[in-house]
C-alpha cells in the first residue's frame, strides 16, 4: 500500500533538547511537506521541498531544520530554538510542487515536559 | 498576506440534518481550493476545485467554488455521526508555488 508514514506517533522531550522527526513516503511523490497544527489553528507550513538536495523555508522555520538526502525521506529536526515546540506535525506530499493534492501522514504529537 | 478563513468554527447538528460549511479565502496568485476532513489525525483528501460554478460531488458531499466572491461552500446532505470531524479548507497558491494556506477549520458534531 502507498502512503505517508510517521514515526514516532507520540515524542516527549525535555526543554532544550533537539529531537528529529521522521516522516517517509512510498508514493514516489517529488514534492514534501511539514505543518504545524495548534488547537483552534489552521496548519502552518514549516519547510517544504520540491525535490532532493532542495528544501525551502515556509511560514515558521525559525527554530526547525529538515534535510532531503533521498526522495523518500523527508526529516524534521525541532531544536532547543524553538521557542515553543508542543503541538502536532504533519508531514505530506505531493506528485511535485505545483500538481495535485498533498496527501498527509498520520502525524506526530510532539510534547515538551 | 494570505489568509482563508472558515466559517462557523464549530457546529452542532442531529443527524439527518444538512450543513454547509464556508471557506473564504485572499491567496495571491490562486490556483485552487481544497478540502480535507481529519479526524483526529492525517486529514483526508475531499475535494479540489479550480474552476468556478462547477459542483463536485461524491456522495453525500458536495463542493462548489465562486473565484469571483473568493470563496467556497461543503455541504454534507443526511449527516451520520461517522462524518463527525474537523473539516479543512485550504487555497493553494502564494508567493511560494504549491504552498497551500489553511483556515482555522469547522469542527462538526454530528449527534444521533
Known amino acids: 500500500d502507498g502512503g505517508i508514514t510517521q514515526s514516532p506517533k507520540y515524542l516527549f522531550r525535555k526543554e532544550g533538547q533537539n529531537v528529529t522527526l521522521s516522516c517517509e513516503q512510498n508514493l514516489n511523490h517529488d514534492a514534501m511537506y511539514w505543518y504545524r497544527q495548534d488547537p483552534g489553528q489552521g496548519l502552518r507550513l514549516i519547510y517544504y521541498s520540491q525535490i532532493v538536495n532542495d528544501f525551502q523555508k515556509g511560514d515558521i522555520a525559525e527554530g526547525y531544520s529538515v534535510s532531503r538526502e533521498k526522495k523518500e525521506s523527508f526529516p524534521l529536526t525541532v531544536t532547543s530554538a524553538q521557542k515553543n515546540p508542543t503541538a502536532f506535525y504533519l508531514c505530506a506530499s505531493s506528485r511535485a510542487l505545483r500538481v495535485g493534492e498533498q496527501f498527509f501522514g498520520p502525524g506526530t504529537r510532539l510534547t515538551v515536559l | 498576506e494570505d489568509k482563508v478563513v472558515q466559517s462557523p468554527l464549530s457546529l452542532v447538528v442531529h443527524e439527518g440534518d444538512t450543513v454547509t460549511l464556508n471557506c473564504s479565502y485572499e491567496?495571491?496568485?490562486?490556483?485552487?481550493l481544497l478540502w480535507y476532513k481529519q479526524e483526529k489525525k492525517a486529514p483526508t483528501f475531499l475535494f479540489m476545485l479550480?474552476?468556478?460554478?462547477i459542483e463536485k460531488k461524491s456522495g453525500r458531499l458536495s463542493s462548489i467554488l465562486d473565484k469571483k466572491e473568493l470563496f467556497s461552500i461543503l455541504n454534507i446532505t443526511a449527516t451520520q455521526t461517522g462524518d463527525s470531524a474537523v473539516y479543512l479548507c485550504?487555497?493553494?497558491?502564494?508567493?511560494?508555488?504549491?504552498?497551500?494556506?489553511f483556515g482555522q477549520g469547522t469542527i462538526l458534531t454530528v449527534h444521533p
Open positions: 491567496v495571491t496568485n490562486f490556483r485552487s
Open positions: 485550504a487555497a493553494s497558491g502564494g508567493t511560494s508555488y504549491g504552498k497551500l494556506t
Open positions: 479550480t474552476s468556478s460554478g
